[in-house]
């Protein structure tokens, strides 16, 4: 039984803040405002809905990867070396430094009541991996608590699966969605929506909260996308629905 609140705020792109076994944790933070990313050739067509300031305090983010703007930008960035831990992996410890912890796949963190697993990820086809760089996911786990099962930029149903089998299912699921595509590639590096619906049943969650499918030009697909492809599957129940900017009570079903 839960015994704290559970509870999510969707921020925008692929943040959010999740309350969880009394902890305050945020998703890949991006705050900044509308604007282009040269360097990444990514644009950003919306800003937050939810202040930087406004989210604080943090006492835990949960950073899929830090080398792209869509997952770490740089009001993102600034508000997550002010907390007190970010999870993320190896490399992003190396560059980042203090309070980042590098985790590989299957090492656990513990943060107050909550263990943290990495999850191991591709973001994108296994033959663009060298090209596209390493991403994370995590699985959440605290006394009386449901487990959490965060994807990140992950788009491999195949390490989904490993995930569930190793580890065993989630009650809810965070999945990162959009089918993200960056020209001249016209790969998904990010799931699809019909792969984030497949996701849902492999994770077996009641509860999924969709995010990554908005507020960036190079995601394909929207939370409308999302939505259909839920209701093709039989699952619309499931999917969440997250105002941007509001906080919404997570209930467990089934």
Same mark, same amino acid.
């Given at each position: 039984?839960?015994?704290?609140?559970?509870?999510?705020?969707?921020?925008?792109?692929?943040?959010?803040?999740?309350?969880?076994? !009394?902890?305050?944790?945020?998703?890949?933070?991006?705050?900044?405002?509308?604007?282009?990313?040269?360097?990444?050739?990514?644009?950003?067509?919306?800003?937050?809905?939810?202040?930087?300031?406004?989210?604080?305090?943090?006492?835990?983010?949960?950073?899929?990867?830090?080398?792209? %703007?869509?997952?770490?930008?740089? %009001?993102?960035?600034?508000?997550?070396?002010?907390?007190?831990?970010?999870?993320?992996?190896?490399?992003?410890?190396?560059?980042?430094?203090?309070?980042?912890? !590098?985790?590989?796949?299957?090492?656990?963190?513990?943060?107050?009541?909550?263990?943290?697993?990495?999850? +191991?990820?591709?973001?994108? +086809?296994?033959?663009?991996?060298?090209?596209?760089?390493?991403?994370?996911?995590?699985?959440?786990?605290?006394?009386?608590?449901?487990?959490?099962?965060?994807?990140?930029?992950?788009?491999?149903?195949?390490?989904?699966?490993?995930?569930?089998?190793?580890?065993?299912?989630?009650?809810?699921?965070?999945?990162? %969605?959009?089918?993200?595509?960056?020209?001249?590639?016209?790969?998904?590096?990010?799931?699809?929506?019909?792969?984030?619906?497949?996701?849902?049943?492999?994770?077996?969650?009641?509860?999924?909260?969709?995010?990554?499918?908005?507020?960036?030009?190079?995601?394909?697909?929207?939370?409308?996308?999302?939505?259909?492809?839920?209701?093709?599957?039989?699952?619309?129940?499931?999917?969440?629905?997250?105002?941007?900017?509001?906080?919404?009570?997570?209930?467990?079903?089934?």
């Amino acid at each position: 039984m839960t015994t704290a609140p559970l509870a999510v705020t969707y921020i925008g792109g692929p943040t959010a803040l999740l309350e969880y076994a !009394g902890l305050r944790i945020l998703l890949d933070p991006t705050f900044d405002e509308p604007g282009d990313y040269p360097a990444d050739e990514l644009t950003k067509t919306a800003g937050p809905g939810v202040a930087a300031a406004a989210v604080e305090p943090i006492d835990l983010v949960l950073l899929s990867h830090h080398g792209h %703007a869509d997952n770490f930008d740089a %009001a993102g960035k600034e508000l997550a070396l002010r907390t007190p831990i970010v999870l993320s992996l190896p490399e992003a410890e190396a560059d980042l430094g203090a309070p980042v912890v !590098g985790m590989a796949a299957w090492q656990t963190h513990q943060v107050g009541a909550v263990t943290v697993t990495a999850l +191991p990820g591709l973001h994108g +086809p296994r033959i663009l991996k060298g090209l596209i760089g390493p991403v994370i996911g995590f699985l959440l786990q605290a006394p009386g608590e449901p487990t959490i099962f965060v994807s990140g930029d992950n788009s491999s149903l195949r390490l989904i699966r490993k995930s569930v089998q190793r580890l065993g299912t989630a009650e809810i699921a965070i999945l990162f %969605a959009g089918a993200a595509r960056v020209p001249p590639l016209p790969l998904a590096l990010t799931l699809t929506s019909a792969k984030a619906a497949r996701a849902a049943k492999v994770i077996r969650a009641s509860t999924v909260v969709g995010v990554h499918v908005e507020d960036w030009a190079h995601f394909s697909e929207s939370r409308a996308d999302l939505e259909r492809a839920f209701t093709a599957a039989g699952i619309a129940d499931r999917l969440v629905s997250t105002p941007r900017g509001e906080r919404v009570s997570l209930t467990i079903t089934g």
